[in-house]
């Protein structure tokens, strides 16, 4: 078996792989993109297990910007892992994952993190090469009727009139936070143009004419899938949710949370808590360093640390 990188394999073997594994698009014209407009990637993209001419393996790899007590730092950051299913179990993501590791650590790179789902068997393999759980999801819930709509909020669609607008809410609600409060910008037209990010999903919060947060939010089969919230006042979480609501006309809305407080609020405001997501976000150290370190140092379980799957893999 032979590890290339995205250029020197075909690339057709590799959407082929991809459609086949993830149900991700990564055609030619996708690959191009990213690497003109996500400065998070590398320069290389992706590495591939080859075998006998056939694309068997792929990880790709980011390099993410991040906010420690110390100022900012970039990690790693695993994405869009997946194995032929006619090479499955020959260790092929095992030996794609260390040489993965290997070029962060040349790029100078301390930590890699991943997102993956408990319930999979990624999961199992990522804890095997030395990934530790260390950010849960939680989710909150209301049914229709459970919560007060606030007469001084609206919320409204974006469009892609603002999404410039949402960049700076973010450089905005990020001062002072931890973990992912930096990005490379422009942000969220870019997340849109790569197709990561439906435009119909970003919703503007409003109170009195005043733009004071953004919201990423996808109505499907009447329940309202609220992903993503930044507020520049945080108490005002529920009230934005109880316009989401009223905007899309939804029966039941489902939260998605990190912080202890932002659990505290929902509850005290008449949401129900689910304790725990399958969904998990994973760290490991690349240069010896323990994983607790590096949870204190970018603030990983305190109230600073800020983190949507907007920024993760």
């Known amino acids: 078996m032979k590890i290339k990188e995205y250029d020197e394999v075909d690339s057709w073997e590799v959407l082929h792989l991809n459609l086949m594994c993830l ?10 993109l990213i690497r003109m407009r996500d400065r998070r990637s590398f320069p290389f993209l992706a590495i591939y297990a080859v075998e006998g001419g056939t694309v068997c393996g792929q990880v790709g ?8 007590r110390e100022g900012r ?3 790693g950051g695993i994405w869009a892992v997946c194995t032929h299913p006619s ?17 962060m650590r040349e790029a100078g790179l301390r930590f890699s993190t991943l997102g993956t789902g408990r319930h999979l068997v990624a999961h199992g393999v990522y804890r095997k090469h030395g990934y530790e759980d260390v950010v849960y999801s939680m989710s909150a819930f209301s049914y229709m009727g459970g919560i007060e709509c606030d007469k001084d909020l609206r919320a409204e669609k974006a ?51 005043e733009t004071v947060g953004y919201a990423i939010a996808q109505l499907k089969d009447t329940v309202l899938r609220v992903s ?7 108490d005002d979480l529920p009230g934005a949710i109880s316009v989401l609501k009223k905007e899309t006309g939804a029966s039941c809305v489902r939260v998605r949370v990190n912080r202890n407080s932002d659990v505290l609020l929902l509850e005290r405001n008449g949401f129900r808590i689910a304790s725990r997501d ?14 607790k370190d590096a949870c204190a140092l970018f603030g990983i379980g305190s109230e600073r640390f800020l983190i949507s799957w907007l920024d993760t893999t």
């Open 87 to 103: 090479f499955s179990r020959h260790g092929i993501a095992s030996q794609l994952l260390e040489e993965a590791h290997a070029r």
């Open 23 to 32: 149900e991700y698009a990564l055609t030619p014209e996708r690959a191009s």
């Open 159 to 209: 469009g892609p009139d603002r999404l410039a607008l949402a960049d700076r809410l973010f450089v905005q609600g990020a001062t002072h936070r931890l973990g992912f409060a930096w990005r490379h910008q422009p942000f969220f037209p870019s997340m849109v143009k790569l197709g990561d990010l439906n435009i119909d999903d970003i919703f503007m919060l409003l109170r009195n004419e």
């Open 61 to 68: 790899v980011f390099r993410l910007p991040m906010v420690t």
């Open 228 to 234: 993503d919230v930044l507020l520049l006042h945080e």
């Open 278 to 291: 399958w969904d998990i976000f994973m760290m490991k150290s690349l240069t010896g360093h323990d994983v």
């Open 73 to 75: 730092e970039d990690v």
